[in-house]
């Protein structure tokens, strides 16, 4: 969505790299590790998981995907970011699978370069200092007018500005809150959020689940920890 990163593969001293607007294609069984990421990354991590393999020809590679077909996967990754079950979940990966399986022939346009404004927009909305922030304030310290900073936010990050400010926010408490029930309100404070109240609907409408609910689902889930992986890189939206 944003930013660069490398990963180091199997091992090797070369990296593959990718940037703003890019994939990588990493094959099943290949051992990466991510060793780079740019203050700015953002990016969705999709995990084809007991499934055939792509069966790409090229292998690993960074893959630069149209405009086009960047929108049309965004929005059955949202929907699944929210971990719908049964039909519904089933027919969204259905998207999703279609999608990549389009990769294979594709041109490689440049890379997207992300707009200064949304870039500087990202950040505000990364530094948590304004619990009031909202779209006309986001669009007053980026330069643009509100409705064309909207405009270009979601075309170029996939989801609205405030979609992301929420994001952000539920991803600092995630990364943050110590599991301490007693410290749940200090954490979530802390995260931008001005009430108890609004923490607690904004973390259903962005995990699609209660806090409790959730940190259990991340207790007995296999994932990246993203601080340890990226340390003093780490950002929220991976």
């Known amino acids: 969505m944003s930013g660069r990163l490398a990963y180091r593969l199997e091992g090797r001293e070369a990296l593959l790299e990718a ?12 051992d990466h590790e991510l060793v780079r990421a740019s203050e700015d990354l953002t990016l969705w991590v999709i995990e ?7 069966g ?15 929108r049309s996967l965004l929005l059955p990754l949202r929907k699944l970011w929210l971990r719908p079950s049964g039909d519904e979940a089933l027919a969204l990966q259905a998207r999703v699978w279609r999608a990549l399986l389009e990769l294979e022939e594709m041109p490689a346009p440049d890379s997207l370069q992300v707009h200064p404004a949304v870039a500087q927009a990202k950040s505000v909305c990364e530094r948590l200092a304004d619990r009031q922030l909202d779209i006309e304030r986001l669009a007053l310290q980026s330069g643009l007018s509100a409705s064309r900073l909207a405009h270009l936010f979601a075309e170029q990050l996939g989801i609205t500005p405030l979609q992301y400010r929420n994001f952000a926010r539920v991803q600092y408490f995630i990364q943050s809150y110590d599991g301490d029930e007693r410290n749940l309100l200090r954490a979530a404070l802390r995260a931008g959020f001005g009430s108890y109240a609004q923490f607690h ?4 409408q962005v995990c699609g689940e209660p806090p409790a609910v ?10 990246v920890d993203a601080r340890r992986t990226l340390g003093s890189a780490a950002r929220v939206g991976a």
């Open 19 to 30: 940037s703003s607007g890019q994939l990588v294609a990493i094959p099943q069984g290949v």
């Open 48 to 54: 084809l998981k007991g499934a055939e393999p792509l």
């Open 56 to 70: 790409w020809a090229s292998g690993t590679r960074a893959l630069a995907p149209t405009e086009a077909w960047r």
């Open 201 to 204: 609907r904004t973390f259903r």
């Open 214 to 223: 959730h940190f259990k689902w991340l207790t007995e889930s296999a994932r």
